[in-house]
């Protein structure tokens, strides 16, 4: 069950929609056109957008901004291609998202009928019967016929991911240009005065995101291999920090300065707690920024899958 389900649950009670306890979206048919309503971010469940797949004139952007003005409970519309979107204000209290949903997607299906949009299929813009569907976490309101082409491209695209190899060496030059990046970014955060933990995220999707580019694809070999040049590179990216301190503080070469740290350190000149606890605290910052990255793209290598969200029974692509 999706975990923003119960956030929602209020909502789709008000509009007598129901919720797909896999995705957690909410669908449903509101005067002839087919709804749907979700997360613009999973991690902010109270800021979602209203989607309805519908066929229409195509509207400026100075008329889609008035649209929006003429809105109360609206921050803003967009159209895309047979789709209209549209954005509630923000609510703090997830108590009031009901009543703000209701109001911006009331004023969504005056505006729709006032300007002629006919409901229909978002990806062909027929006419007749659609169903909202999940088609590797894409949310659609679709026909049959449609349904089906998109399962089809869906388990071509995978099978040709899963054929394609994974280079292993070109993968850890990606994901070392990565980790220096991070490195980079942990000495400069780090020299402004602060420790912050978008060093460790910036670690993290850096070095990923740089040996699935090279590599090809990202497997647990890729995460392991991944894992270690953040370790690896924060460190050095903490002692490289340090050096930068040493060699501005006695007007010395900074490679030598990198070099001294340890003379330094058995010297007491630089405090053994200040460089561990600051090294320590560097690494709960990356851990802060990995882990949650990792188990996403984890996530992301999993079979995608494609369901009709009436009855929920999803095909996972294989």
Partial sequence: MAKNTRVYQPVAAKLGFAIDETSGVLYGTKEGYEVLIYASDVSHPTIVKIA?????PQLTPEQLKQAAADMPDAAKIEQQNNCIIVYPKNVLLAAKLAERVEGALHSTIA???QNNFAACCQVCGKEGVMSPVNVADRYLCVCDDCFANLQQE???ATH??????ENAVAG?????VGSLIGALCIVVVSQLGYV???SGLVMAICTLKGYALLGGKLTTKGIVISVILMLFMTYVADRLDWAILV???FDEDLFISYQAIPELLQAEVIEAANYYGNLALVYVFLLVGAV?????TARSQGAPSAYKMAGNSSTTVL
Avoid: D, M, S
């Fill in 247 to 249: 060699a501005r503080e």
């Fill in 52 to 56: 309805v797949a519908v066929r229409g």
């Fill in 160 to 165: 040709a991911a899963a054929a394609k190899k």
């Fill in 111 to 113: 505006f729709l009928q």
């Fill in 196 to 198: 912050a933990a978008i």
């Fill in 154 to 156: 869906l388990e071509a």
């Fill in 172 to 176: 850890f030059v990606g994901a070392l």
């Fill in 292 to 296: 949650p990255t990792i188990l996403v």
